[in-house]
């Protein structure tokens, strides 16, 4: 079983595909263990720090034991140090934002709706102390054949590249031992 949160328009062929049918604040309602994968996509910075840290809790208890929460976000320490000319010239003027380093930033924190910014190391935190060991990804890359190619936010914003600069990808496994 897959499960897809937030899934907007990107209907993912073989997934169970939700969007703001499931609210991400509250409890989830699927059952202890039910999912082998789960999957979310530039879905996260839209829950505050409280509802994210909730739902990474929620995402533990519906995933089986070993398996796996993919999730991909926008991160500022990523844009920093992976900007380009191309990209401050491509993705700020569709936001309005100045074609600087620090319109990008501003974009990410303050447009679209974000209630949160994630790093990382901030998420890699969250994960690890929930017990769920993480690897990090590149989008659309993973060792695991399932959750490969899944990222196609680019796509759908029409900025393909500039969501491989700005986007971090990583993959915390439900840890056997962790109860």
Request: aromatic share 8%; with cysteine; hydrophobic share 35%.
């Amino acid at each position: 079983m897959k499960l897809h949160l937030g899934c907007g328009s990107n209907i993912l062929p073989g997934w169970d595909n939700h969007d703001k049918d499931v609210d991400l604040t509250k409890p989830l309602p699927f059952a202890d263990d039910s999912f082998d994968f789960i999957f979310t996509e530039h879905v996260i910075e839209h829950l505050s720090p409280v509802d994210g840290w909730r739902f990474f809790i929620e995402a533990r208890r519906v995933l089986k034991d070993g398996g796996i929460i993919r999730t991909a976000f926008p991160d500022p320490a990523r844009i920093v140090r992976r900007y380009t000319k191309e990209y401050l010239e491509v993705f700020n003027p569709c936001t309005g934002q100045p074609r600087t380093v620090e319109g990008a930033l501003n974009s990410i924190i303050s447009d679209w709706g974000h209630k949160s910014i994630w790093t990382v190391d901030g998420m890699t935190a969250i994960l690890s102390g929930l017990g769920m060991p993480v690897e990090e990804a590149e989008p659309g890359e993973s060792s695991h054949p399932e959750l490969a190619g899944l990222e196609r936010h680019g796509r759908i914003i029409g900025h393909v590249e500039a969501i491989r600069i700005q986007t971090s990808v990583l993959e915390a496994t439900k840890n056997l031992l962790y109860k």
